[in-house]
Nanobody
Framework: QVQLVESGGGLVQAGGSLRLSCAASGSTFGIGVMGWYRQAPGKQRELVAT???????NYADSVKGRFTISRDNAKKIVDLQMNSLKPEDTAVYYC?????????WGQGTQVTVSS
């Protein structure tokens, strides 16, 4: 099994920044794509950004130019730097890791952006 633990959420004013971090532990061999998703109240969970083990990234249009995903394969950590935050970025953010076709999820961390 893989355990994913997120940290770094919180309350920030619009225009501010936050950095989320996700640490993977357990049987982590074979983890491929890692990423961040978010779910706002009353909405479906949506992709924010993903990164492959080789460093290729993919972003939702709504966060391009504001968010940056990065990864340390040795430390098994994936981070999400979030700048120029907007109230519509408010959500629970979840870390995800794909291992041999199976998706693992973290418990989520709340990000609240006040206007």
């Amino acid at each position: 099994q893989v355990q994913l633990v997120e940290s770094g959420g919180g309350l920030v004013q619009a225009g501010g920044s936050l950095r989320l971090s996700c640490a993977a532990s357990g049987s982590t061999f074979g983890i491929g794509v890692m990423g961040w998703y978010r779910q706002a109240p009353g909405k479906q969970r949506e992709l924010v950004a993903t990164i492959t083990s080789g460093g290729s990234t993919n972003y939702a249009d709504s966060v391009k130019g504001r968010f940056t995903i990065s990864r340390d394969n040795a430390k098994k950590i994936v981070d999400l730097q979030m700048n120029s935050l907007k109230p519509e970025d408010t959500a629970v953010y979840y870390c995800n890791a794909i291992q041999y076709g199976h998706g693992w999820w973290g418990q989520g961390t709340q990000v609240t952006v006040s206007s």
